[in-house]
């Protein structure tokens, strides 16, 4: 595979409100964008740094993914995304070397960006995704 960079790491958060707070008065960093990701059940929030970026994630329903994962798991890091060029031929490459793809095929993620999931399992425990900006 080729990865690029790190796109963003995302973090799972219970209460989005005073998350940018804690992002914005203690780090220093700015929220430049609220999206909802409505069929992931979910509200991000971007905060940029360098070229990486901070993606908050807070459930807009209890059974949505990171819903689940907060009951599980407590907030904290979720996933990492690293940025890619064609991101088809990537995927192809992780499941050619046995790397277990939550998503089979690119999907679109915030930001308009195309993304795609590798299961945790294959990454040590990682929820790893792949994305890319196609402009
Ligand atoms: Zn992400």
């Given at each position: ?27 220093g960093l700015k929220c430049y964008s609220i999206e909802?990701?409505a069929d992931q059940k979910v509200r991000t929030a ?90």
């Amino acid at each position: 595979m080729e990865l690029n960079y790190i796109e963003h790491i995302g973090i799972a958060v219970k209460d989005m409100d005073a998350a940018i707070k804690f992002y914005e008065e203690v780090l220093g960093l700015k929220c430049y964008s609220i999206e909802e990701v409505a069929d992931q059940k979910v509200r991000t929030a971007f905060f940029k740094i360098g070229q990486t970026k901070i993606e908050l994630l807070e459930s807009t329903a209890p059974d949505g993914p990171i819903g689940k994962f907060i009951e599980k798991r407590g907030e904290g890091i979720h996933h990492m995304a690293f940025a890619v060029n064609n991101l088809e031929d990537q995927l192809a490459d992780a499941e050619s070397k046995g790397v277990n793809l939550i998503d089979k095929k690119p999907r679109k993620g915030a930001e308009g960006l195309d993304i795609a999931f590798l299961h945790p399992k294959s990454t040590n425990g990682v929820l790893t995704e792949l994305c890319e900006n196609k402009g």
